[in-house]
């Protein structure tokens, strides 16, 4: 997709994306409540947090919806094929290997949490 356009950060605020996704802040409200695929972080103050994969699946939603014309319940499959975890994880049989892919999600996905405590923490 358009992921050579996302800023090298961990967190965005709801401006950013806002901006950076060209849309109007009820779309991405309405896009949060109609494909649960991604969910902000709001703080004390109530600023909206999010992370770089929310950014990811905002960006092929729009593309998904608005360029490509697709319906929302392929969208749901499509988001479900590109972003796996959000299909569930399933348990792998004992013995079997973690994926070298995986793990640099795993890991990326806890420097965004540790990111998001750490600006919590400020205010």
Known sequence: MA???????????????IQ???LDGR???????EFHAFSPVVNQSGEKFYSRRDVEIILA???????????????????QQR???????QP?????????EKLRRIRRGLREI??????????
């Open 92 to 100: 792998s049989p004992a013995g079997d290997a973690v994926s070298p």
């Open 61 to 79: 939603v729009k593309q998904w919806l608005i360029q490509e014309k697709r319906d929302k319940s392929h969208i749901q499959e499509l988001l």
């Open 20 to 22: 950076l996704a060209k």
């Open 27 to 33: 779309v991405l409200d309405y896009w949060e409540k």
């Open 83 to 89: 972003f796996v975890d959000l299909a569930g994880a």
């Open 114 to 123: 540790l990111t998001l405590l750490a600006k919590d923490d400020k205010h």
């Open 3 to 17: 992921d050579d356009r996302i800023p090298d950060k961990l967190t965005f605020k709801r401006k950013e994306v």
